[in-house]
């Protein structure tokens, strides 16, 4: 009896380490920064991070609930950079930034219509489908703007740039948009079914859940987060740069993978997403502050990936 | 003195003192028997009694904690499952591991394929020499065929020829019958008669106990990780091995209780569609309406499509005498029809989520009506369900893949329950699930009949049908070929109409 009391508590303080893991390993890179480069303590350095990492940040909120679904979404870089451009355009012509942003958002969720009608109504494969939608998107970008680089962005420069109650706009915004994707997934009915569709398709339908429409709801939300991304980025590099959010998607996957939602579907969470992507950031910036080559930042990047996601599965197999 | 040396060379397998533990649970508790050369041997015992653990370890899948395995008297370590077939044990899952693309001669000689001086696979004679082997287990069938194009009693009988072809003197059959046809076992049972007269030994693990005096020489009962003993088959009742393996009496193997019935609840009226024919029936307030038949005879495809699963090319469903129309699984749930699935991992159960969300996944909006998860009614209904299904869960967050069958299949009973239906499809309720589930899943299906529920069953298992139905529909291809009151209801009545039109 007391030996099984003592494993059962064992077990316990396993299984609470695993979880907690990844925000231990945030901790002691965070630490690690700190002695490496004098600079990376510093309240601008830190608030440098913070702004850099927004966009995808946002970006990864929405890849959060699609890959809980079971699906994956490739397109959001090519949509920021398609919503951005135009929503700055859509600004110098009415000469009222907030409808330019209401126009980038909207453009946003057009695209995430297109991927989820394909994905829901088609059965188009998801990574085929928003491949197609990435491609058209970019596409689309550099049409609107004649492949030039739009300028004078005017109002628009507040969503970048700007300060709310003496904080950086995009922190802010980036903030807003976790805590709302929070509670989305953690408390919405919508949220549960993202969870049930994305663990087990068939038996979610067989309990009269509707999951063509959770899937076409998830890829919207991602559409308007892109949009919204890319009112921020463009805003903050003060120019429609058709070509700007260039693998965008990538880091935001990586970053919720890292945090621990599974790409098979049914598991994730909010706050292993944002833990995720801080590791990222942490990464690129002391990689920039040690002046790291960009070439070397790539292989350091995918190497960590590697060894965060082989760990993780390790650890699964042991378990089962 | 010489009669106990015989039986010391007749020992093929030997299990000493074997123990294995995982985080939590004691899986196997000191397990000691043996199994002569040349029998089939059962294993018998509740879900969570070991068996399948101790499979795994005479598998070479998992390792003892402590205890040994003794292959014709001589202790042996095995490593993997790749070892333990060059030792001569040979396993049949109970879920075949066979690859529908490739053909039956891929299938057999698979990672072992004759190559040509190229390194490529020599498919002339991979095919001729699967063909020698095929006819001289009387198996007359083309070695290129697909294994996908072959029923699952035919790539049953492939998987076991597959540990004769390797030279498996000690073959483990894990529920082979589970989801054969009846000439299907008639079909599997001689060809392990034939094995056995070669001199194979044969480790037969079943939930169906009907069958082990037919096939089995000697029966070994488990419980809780612990073996009980070992008798030989005919020296001992069937309600004697199941008090052994639960470990208490169970007097009544189907507790029915009959309801009062009432007025007819739900009609259906010449249903149709690719997989049934012309299928009318009614059920009524109160009543536990079987519907029997053979595996095909499409008892399942009529559910489906009371449930909106498949589509239907006509036919009318009337719920107390209205005409209703159901399309999807949410219209039926709507409309109080709801249906637990003979397969509950695919269509049961999300079993990477815990036992709280799938309990709740129908329910949500009945929990709230606004966008947000009513948190106090999932708990509180969640614990209400566990204690009046009873439940066996450390928790309600556990993820369910890690519970047993029988409670899983509670589960997914449990969480249409909260939804009070009207009419509840129940498909293979306790296929699978050990004794002492079945027994606590039949006395449920009285009190809902009792609540007034209806409740559509449909089981393979006759004599469970036969136990627990008013009134009972029998299916043949396709078609409702007889209608049976539970009382004139017998074996030899309902298989007549079984195999009608074949």
Known sequence: ?320 | MLKENMDEQDVILEFSGITKSFPGVKALDNVSFSVKKGTVHALVGENGAGKSTLMKILNGLYHADSGKVLLNGKEVQIRDSIHAQQLGIGMVHQELNVIGELSIAENIFLGKEPKNRLGLIDHKKLNSTAKTFLLQQKLPYSPSLKMKEMSIGEQQMIEIIKTVYFNSKIIVMDEPTSSLSESEVEKLFTKIRELKKQGSTIIYISHRLEELDEICDYLTIMRDGQFIRTVKVGEITKNEIISEMVGRTIENTYPKVKAEIGDVILEAKKLSNEKIKDVSFCVKRGEILGFAGLVGAGRTEVARAVFGMDELKSGEIYMEGEKISIKTPKDAVDNGIMMVSEDRRKYGLVTKRSVLENISLPNYDRFSKTLFVNHKAEKNVSAEIIKKLSIKTPNLDTMTASLSGGNQQKIVIGKWLVASPKVFILDEPTRGIDVGAKYEIYKQMCEFAAEGMSIIMISSDLPELLGMADRIYVMSEGRITGELLGEEANQMKVMHYATVNR
């Not at chain 1, 987060?225 to 058709?242: D, E, H, Q, T």
């Not at chain 1, 910036?285 to 390790?314: E, R």
């Open chain 1, 1 to 320: 009896m007391k030996i099984k009391m003592e494993k059962i508590k064992k077990i316990k303080a396993g299984t609470v380490f695993s979880k907690y893991a990844i925000y231990l390993v945030f901790l002691v890179m965070f630490i690690a920064s700190i002695f490496m480069s004098d600079n990376f303590i510093k309240p601008s350095n830190l608030i440098n991070i913070l702004v850099q990492v927004s966009p995808i940040l946002i970006i990864a909120c929405g890849e959060t609930m699609v890959i809980i679904a079971g699906m994956t979404d490739l397109a959001p870089g090519a949509v920021l950079a398609l919503a951005g451009c135009v929503g700055i355009g859509v600004t110098i012509q009415t000469g009222n930034a907030f409808v330019g942003m209401v126009v980038s958002i909207t453009i946003g969720i057009i695209c995430g219509l297109i991927s989820g009608i394909a994905v829901s109504r088609f059965n188009i494969p998801p990574f085929i489908a928003t491949l197609a939608v990435m491609n058209i998107a970019r596409g689309a970008a550099y049409v609107y703007t004649g492949g030039k680089t739009i300028y004078n962005i005017g109002d628009f420069a507040f969503f970048g740039q700007g300060t709310i109650l003496g904080i950086r706009a995009p922190i802010v915004f980036m903030v807003l948009i976790t805590v709302i994707s929070y509670i989305i997934l953690k408390h919405s009915k919508f949220g549960r079914y993202l969870y049930a569709v994305g663990g087990n398709e068939y038996a979610a339908v067989a309990s009269g859940i509707k999951a063509k429409k959770i899937k076409l709801i998830a890829y919207l939300i991602i559409g308007a987060y892109s949009g919204f991304a890319g009112v921020i980025l463009c805003s903050r590099i003060n120019s429609g740069l058709p070509s700007t959010g260039q693998n965008y998607e990538f880091d935001a996957i990586i970053g919720a993978i890292i945090g621990g939602t599974s790409f098979t579907g049914g598991v994730g969470s909010m706050g292993g997403t944002v833990i995720g992507c801080l590791i990222i950031a942490l990464l690129n910036n002391m990689m920039n502050l040690m002046n790291v080559q960009s070439y070397w930042q790539s292989i350091v990047k995918g190497i960590v990936i590697m060894l965060a996601v082989g760990i993780d599965m390790a650890k699964k197999k042991s378990k089962m």
